[in-house]
T-cell receptor
Framework: KNQVEQSPQSLIILEGKNCTLQ??????????LRWYKQDTGRGPVSLTI?????NTKSNGRYTATLDADTKQSSLHITASQLSDSASYIC????????????FGTGTRLTIIP | NAGVTQTPKFQVLKTGQSMTLQCAQD?????MSWYRQDPGMGLRLIHY???????DQGEVPNGYNVSRSTTEDFPLRLLSAAPSQTSVYFC???????????FGPGTRLTVL
């Protein structure tokens, strides 16, 4: 069964600190992996999309890494800001006629001043 | 460019009532989808469409109908609301199945 597991479930860090969120998946075959940011009460917003051949991609202070061999991804946030407080959702897309998206349950990140 | 819009933002229904959640996008995206989001669970796909006139079921389609008469609009109909349909509903669109999805702001539905 295709699954996406994220850890930790929740995380609290001080403003200005860095943090790393983890995503492990069992989706196969694999097409791409996406990270979304979801602010409370709003829809998810895409941060990055990574294909099989990409092992790192950045979007400002967000850097995603992908190891397709071990089926693991991470999202690193540098110099956190209060506006980074949100849920971060990892989503994996299958391939070859099975482009179903499998969603993780998210990591709830809280930045405190 | 409004992106993906959803109406209403909030709705309270009684068991057995029907209603339609509206979704529209102005990005000329072919792919549109409806999700529900419940506490402690990932987003779950209800129905999706790969273009006008074409729809298909997702992971949790029971109790919901969709149609896609135009590229822009993708309404979701609840036929006979049940308390189990209390959830937050998101509409999303993308240029292709492999592209990033753009989500609407969501509709928070409560069924009493």
């Amino acid at each position: 069964k295709n699954q996406v597991e994220q850890s930790p479930q929740s995380l609290i860090i001080l403003e200005g600190k860095n943090c790393t969120l983890q995503c492990n998946y069992t989706v196969s075959p694999f097409s791409n992996l996406r990270w979304y940011k979801q602010d409370t009460g709003r829809g998810p917003v895409s941060l990055t999309i990574m294909t099989f051949s990409e092992n790192t991609k950045s979007n400002g202070r967000y850097t995603a890494t992908l190891d397709a061999d071990t089926k693991q991804s991470s999202l690193h946030i540098t110099a956190s800001q209060l506006s980074d407080s949100a849920s971060y959702i990892c989503v994996v897309s299958g391939n070859f006629g099975n482009e179903k998206l499998t969603f993780g349950t998210g990591t709830r990140l809280t930045i405190i001043p | 460019n409004a992106g993906v819009t959803q109406t209403p933002k909030f709705q309270v229904l009684k068991t057995g009532q029907s209603m339609t959640l509206q979704c529209a996008q102005d990005m000329n995206h072919e792919y549109m989808s409806w999700y529900r989001q419940d506490p402690g669970m990932g987003l779950r796909l209800i129905h999706y469409s790969v273009g006008a006139g074409i729809t298909d079921q997702g992971e949790v389609p029971n109790g919901y109908n969709v149609s896609r008469s135009t590229t822009e609009d993708f309404p979701l109909r609840l036929l006979s609301a049940a308390p189990s349909q209390t959830s937050v509903y998101f509409c999303a669109s993308s240029f292709s199945r492999q592209g990033p999805e753009f989500f609407g702001p969501g509709t928070r539905l409560t069924v009493l």
